[in-house]
Every structure is written in C-alpha cells, then in structure tokens.
C-alpha cells in the first residue's frame, strides 16, 4: 500500500507508519522508565530537598517525560541523518538544482543513514545515563523491528508486476492490457489527473523527460476523466504527450495501493516493480529512478 484516503485527503502510508512507531517507541520508553526505582533514574546534578515527596514525585515525572522525549529527539537526529545519506549519494543532482535539498516530498531518504544517526544518538546518551539504557535500547530495538515488519508489509500488498487491466488509448480509443504497452521496456507509470493539482505541477517535468529519453517508456494513465477533458487539457496547456492512456474507471491506482494522485510508479525491463512514490516528483527524485531503471537495462 503506497497511500491510503482520509475523507478528502491521501496521505502516503510511509510517514505516517514512522510517526505512529516513534510515539509507540517514546511511550514504551517511558512506561519502562516508570518501572525503574526513582533513585536509578536519571537525575539532574543538583539534589532533591530532603522530606519532600511531592517534589520527588515530580522530579521523577519530569525524568520520565525526558526519557521519551529522548525518543523523539533521536527521530529527529535520524529523519537528518537520512536526508543527508541520500543527499550525498546524488550531489551532482542536487547541487544543480539546489532548492531541492528543501523538498521533502521527493521521497529523498536514506534508512540506513537514518538508523545509524538514531541509534547513534541513543547509545550517546545512554553512555551520559547508565540508567536510561534500558528504556532506549528497547525503544530503538522495538522501533526497528516494528519499521522492518512495516516496510515488508508494504512490499508484500504491492503487486510484483504490472497489474493486467485493460487501458484506453487517448488518441484512438484501442484496447490494451497495461503489461502489453511497452513490454519489455524500462516503463515509468504515472497516474494522474486534470483536476490534480500536484498533477498538473509535475507534469511538464516528466513531459520534459519522456521528450529525452530513449531507453524508458512513460505511461501517462489518466485517471476518471473522458477522453474530451483529457484532450482539452493538454491542448491547452500544450503539452505534446506520446502514450496517453485512459482508466476510465480508475482501477489502476486501487489495484497498485494508492488512493490518491499523483501516484508514479517505476518498471524494469522484465515488468518488475523497482520504485514507487506518492506526490509530486522533483528532477532529482526523478532522475534518480531513471539512473537506476537505465542501469538495469544494461
């Protein structure tokens, strides 16, 4: 599943299992911490008032809630540390267009990266806080098994190859099973739509990349619309698109997990899904995939 609807609103399911795994890693942290005597947790330097309960109940809260903060602030340190792996993989293409390096939305991430700078932070402040390590090294371990446990789900609800709906094609109206167009060809499938704004605002750079190259075939697969509204839209915004493909019945974005546009989805050769993204590309982000799909045609 790439995206899932929320009334109006398609969110990508990516971020939105992260969030949900550092906040149950924050909360398991804490609840470890509130098991541990108030003596062995973490303290400040300077001493609790003698006879005083209520303060000490407060100053042992106040270390609990610190713990779990400690969680967040290592997703941060990581959600960083991953931008900057991915960043630094592919400079060339971010230094020329340098107002990339802020667009988040390219799905520009390195796991690895990230995971090293997280449990990095962790075993730091554990090394400060010999009585913290406990909570955070079950935090980070839980946090870790439940992302891998995400991610193979999400693989495992995508379709390996393409999915063998029949699409319209825009200019004539034929007939073809979507495994069939450009068979044995690198193909980029983008699922959009006239009324889509994001749609609209990555267009011309994928129109631009279709124009340029020869050795991957892109699949601009309307979705919903009739073939008059697809032709009144590009006329005019006066974009000279080959392989315009119509879905009347916008099977397609349900059939690969997404419930919303634009949704761009990348083949190799052999009909295999490689990569998938959700939202508006960048040129980095795109070239990235295609640096890969030429790679692998080879």
Partial sequence: ?????????ALPVG???????????AWLATRIAAAVQPSSVPSEPHATPKGSPQVSADRSAGERHRIGNTVFHAAWIGLACARIGHV????????????????????????PAGWAGAVAWLAWCGWRHPAGRRPWAVAGLSALLLWGAGQWWITRSLP???????LLALEDGRETPLPQIGAGQPRVVNLWASWCGPCR????????????EAQVRFLFVNQGESSSAVQAYLAHEGFALRDVWRDPTAALG??????GLPTT??????????GRHFGVLNGPALELR?????????
């Fill in 1 to 9: 599943m790439i995206s899932i609807s929320l009334g109006p609103l």
């Fill in 15 to 25: 971020p939105l299992l992260l969030l949900a795994i550092v906040w149950l890693a």
């Fill in 88 to 111: 630094a993989g592919a400079t060339d293409l971010y230094l020329a267009q340098p107002l990339s390096l802020l667009d988040l939305r390219d799905g520009g991430w390195s796991a």
């Fill in 160 to 166: 390996a190859g393409l999915p063998p709906l029949h």
């Fill in 201 to 212: 605002q990555e267009m011309p750079l994928l129109a631009q990349a279709q124009q340029r």
């Fill in 254 to 259: 349900p059939a690969v997990g997404s419930r």
């Fill in 265 to 274: 989805l990348f083949y190799d050769a052999q009909g295999r899904l490689v």
């Fill in 290 to 298: 295609l640096r890969e799909l030429r790679a692998a045609a080879r």
